[in-house]
């Protein structure tokens, strides 16, 4: 096998974005499930790598608005004073 | 993502003056491009000079938008340029295109192996818990959490954060994969002490 290097920590470290993202083939992926069902400092790696980005995007708030004063000077710096009310969102 | 839910922005439209037009892209986009620049920047003044800028630069620079990426990802790249000019101020060291200098894993091989990802989740999102995660972005090295605040947070994909920030794709996955893991790192270790003091009060 030419991929082998998945069956190691280092080679697993090389990819550990990529199978987070789900953007490794199949092949890889089921290397890298064989390495962590083997290795719990990997597995460890792995759940808390993806913990720490699940909470990157629970902690950030897509839907926080502008705040309604940095609105306000962003449309006078812009000379876009007769668009500011009403807002359009 | 905020893109799908607005309605497409006419640059045509906006090339020929239409003010309609550009108050609609503000509105759209002022948000995302404003929350990136205080991730970016830590301070409220400061991030509203860039969101200022960046619309400033894109009404004069229109004719420089090729499309070849969204609207929002070229605001991106002007918001990340206008930045960097503030970060650089007294600091001509800040360089986002410095190519790494070894391609090793060296220094992001982890060192910490706590099994912190069970906690509970109101227990990693406590107000405590995010101001250590906000604390640990602001702790990245400026080349590392560009890409971060880009891809993990602003959620763009790897070919956009590329285009917004001028480097390759290869470079960028290196460079996220750095900052994911230092922040694993860094997070480690806060809920690592937090499960110590935990068995300690049982
Ligand atoms: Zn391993």
Known sequence: ?89 | MVETTIKDISIEALRNGDRAEFAQMVDAYSAPIYRLSLRMLGSEQDAEDVLQNTFLSALTHLSNFEGRSSVLTWLYRIAVNEALMILRRGKPEVNIDDHDSSGEHDDIRPTQFVDWGALPEDELLSVEGRQALDHAIQNLPENLRMVFLLRDIQDLSIKDTAEALNLSEANVKVRLLRARLMLREQLSYYYGERMKKEKSND
């Open chain 1, 1 to 89: 096998m030419t991929e082998s290097t998945h069956n190691t920590c280092e080679g697993l470290l090389g990819s550990l974005s990529d199978y987070i993202d789900g953007e490794l083939g199949a092949e890889l992926c089921r290397q890298i499930e064989k390495h962590i069902a083997e290795c719990e400092d990997c597995r460890i790696v792995v759940d808390t790598t993806r913990k720490t980005i699940d909470l990157v995007h629970a902690s950030n708030d897509p839907q926080t608005d502008l705040p309604d004063d940095v609105r306000s000077r962003l449309f006078k710096r812009l000379n876009l004073d007769d668009y500011l009310k009403p807002s359009t969102k």
